[in-house]
């Protein structure tokens, strides 16, 4: 039992000081029964998109008939097969888009547009002359049953409100019997729903249904709103419940529901809804609509494609209907938006990154042995619920680097832009400098910014050795390598002699006749850039020198100069001197050319 205070008790009770006292409890239903919580969504509820329609009526500016016919050519093009198109007695625009979809043929003979109306005469008149001529079309009929607006916006007792419900639907028969050759179904909605006594709302949608008559061929279309998102989503869907089961036709009706997100638990509430009997669904695209909006259309259509269930509207695309919704509303969408929003898609922190480069990398093998491209093995990549690519969105933005990445982030880059697949104490090595720039500034580094400061600190290490010319000897019996190369050292030219394991070994032996002495091979590793251009190779060399090691990079044409390229720069950066990471660095620029 929920503890309620006086005002007075309240105010000078709660820890808070707020008035909670003015809100009541939302009252549980009686339900002990309840089966929806054993149920799993296994399928595809009936779609009605209501941007045109509930979506429109809550935007500062409508959409005018352009940015209707876009939307509405978006919506069948994804698959919707009903479409609320718009509230046509209340506007010439609404009017005459109903016109023009029908004059001008608009609609696929698939597709059932929908119309709404209100519980008057003149405007349930108006609703059906929009129609004439129709093939096939929903006629929708609202008005509130809940206790507060029966109270306080319509003067009404329940069975005032019940004759106004019987009498509106005995005049949308007559009226649709004078359409006889158009298809005409029924949508009936208790409006607030959710504020309406279960009891009442059970004996007003079983009377209006007695009214239109229908059959399990012709069935009408019960829409049960939550108006006003007023509880927990397993409240709705016990309300949900009930109706379903004590519902007298209840085989001539379609259970459809048309969930607000005033709590922000609209998805929640229609997939529960959906456990406990609806069938049909009406909501919008990123979940525009009146306050906080109707359900998103979009999180919950793909919340059953990423649990392997065909949603049965194609979402392949959604950078592009998200860039038409955005046109239509003028409403952005939210960088954070599920599956949609510019961010959704990316890891900035350490571990994450990590885990989503272990996660590509597994996917990548999984491939290979499956003899397979990754797009069609399954996808299981940490952080990532849904494959961005299979949603129209690239790799590109999978992880971003900032004060709270690790090794993973910036290793991970340099691997997807650059093709470079950096030994992992490299990658640990690396990160130590990212850190540096990013702690510096406390801004992102982009993929650019990454590949300048790599760049600078691997690629330019060319002083006080650089590397003229060089040429490598056959194999000896000893499987040793011998080299001869010429080096600036310090600006002066040196010929040196070596031979060694390998070109790392054979430079480092002829460093030592120079009098380089004490330099150590630690690591050395080397690949071909798998780039368009793929004759190129990247060379990783750990050098270590008195107790202090670091890597070089080098990257050419030919593996053998990749590899001495890669020494040199390992020695330069543990050389005393005007090495290129030891010069004062050059300020980072953004992609702009403006300094960082
Ligand atoms: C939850 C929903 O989304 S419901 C859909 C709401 N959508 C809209 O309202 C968008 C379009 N609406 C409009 O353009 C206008 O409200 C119109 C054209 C329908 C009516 O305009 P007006 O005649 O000026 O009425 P207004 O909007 O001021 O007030 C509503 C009146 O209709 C009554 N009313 C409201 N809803 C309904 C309904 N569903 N059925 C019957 N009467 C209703 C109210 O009680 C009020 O009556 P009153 O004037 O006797 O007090
Ligand atoms: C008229 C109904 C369907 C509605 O828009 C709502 O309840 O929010």
Not at 326 to 346: D, F, I, K, M, Q
Request: hydrophobic share 40%; with cysteine.
């Amino acid at each position: 039992m929920a503890v309620r205070h006086t005002p007075s008790d309240q105010l000078r009770q709660l820890p808070s000081g707020m008035p909670t006292w003015r809100y009541d409890l939302y009252p549980p239903v009686v339900l002990p029964d309840r089966a929806w919580p054993g149920r799993t969504l296994d399928r595809a509820p009936m779609w009605c998109a209501v941007d045109l329609r509930d979506g429109n009526q809550a935007l500062p500016v409508p959409m005018d008939l352009d940015r209707k016919r876009q939307l509405f050519d978006l919506q069948v093009g994804m698959g919707f097969k009903e479409i609320e198109v718009g509230f046509p007695a209340a506007s010439k625009t609404d009017f005459d888009f109903v016109r023009l979809l029908i004059e001008e043929d608009l609609v696929p003979d698939d597709v059932a547009i929908q119309v709404i109306m209100p519980a008057r005469e003149e405007l349930i008149r108006r609703t059906y002359e929009s129609l004439r001529g129709v093939r096939r079309a929903v006629v929708h009929l609202y008005h509130s049953t809940s206790c507060l607006q029966r109270e306080v916006v319509f003067g009404m007792t329940r069975d005032q409100v019940r004759d106004l419900a019987v009498r509106s639907t005995e005049l949308a028969v007559k009226l649709a019997l004078d359409m006889s050759d158009s298809c005409i179904q029924y949508e009936y909605t208790p409006e607030s729903f959710t504020g309406t006594e279960l009891d009442f709302a059970l004996e007003i949608s079983n009377a209006v249904a007695s009214v239109w008559g229908p059959g399990p061929d012709a069935k009408m279309i019960l829409n049960l709103p939550a108006t006003v998102e007023m509880s927990t989503p397993n409240v709705y869907a016990d309300q949900i419940e009930f109706l379903h089961r004590n519902l007298e036709r209840r085989k001539d009706l379609v259970l459809s529901i048309h969930p607000h997100n005033d709590r922000g638990t609209a998805v929640a509430a229609a997939e529960l809804a959906c456990l406990a009997g609806a069938e049909r669904i009406e909501g919008c695209l990123f979940g525009n609509g009146e306050r906080t909006g109707n359900v998103d259309l979009v999180t919950l259509g793909l919340n059953l494609f990423t649990q392997g269930v065909d949603a049965m509207i194609d979402f392949s695309d959604l950078g592009s209907v998200a860039a038409t919704v955005e046109h239509c509303n003028r409403l952005p969408v939210h960088p954070r938006h599920p599956y949609a929003g510019e961010l959704v898609h990316t890891a900035f922190s350490g571990s994450h990154q990590d885990a989503v480069k272990k996660g590509f990398e597994s996917m990548e093998r999984q491939a290979a042995v499956a003899g397979k491209p990754v797009s069609e093995v399954p996808w299981a990549v940490p952080y990532l619920p849904i494959d961005p690519r299979d949603i129209g969105r690239d790799y590109e933005a999978v992880i971003r680097v900032n004060s709270q990445s690790g090794k993973a982030g910036a290793a991970y880059l340099l691997r997807s832009e650059y093709h470079l697949d950096l030994p992992r104490p490299l990658q640990i090595e690396f990160a130590g400098t990212i850190q540096q720039h990013t702690d510096a500034t406390g801004e992102e580094l982009s993929v650019q910014q990454i590949w300048t400061v790599f760049e600078r600190e691997y690629l330019r290490a060319d002083a006080p050795i650089e590397l003229l010319d060089h040429r490598i000897g056959t194999a000896d019996g000893d499987g040793s390598t011998s080299l001869e190369c010429t080096v600036s050292l310090s600006g002066e030219p040196r010929s040196l002699r070596g031979r060694g394991e390998g070109t790392p070994g054979a430079l480092l032996d002829g460093l030592v006749h120079a009098g380089l002495t004490g330099y150590e091979l630690r690591h050395f590793a080397q690949h071909a850039l798998t780039s368009v251009d793929g004759s190129r190779f990247a060379a990783y060399v750990q050098v270590a020198h008195q107790g202090r090691t670091t890597w070089g990079v080098g990257i050419d044409t030919d593996p053998d100069t990749a590899a001495l390229r890669a020494v040199v720069g390992g020695v330069n950066r543990l050389r005393p001197g005007p090495a290129a990471r030891q010069v004062a660095a050059p300020a980072l620029q953004d992609a702009s050319g403006a300094a960082l």
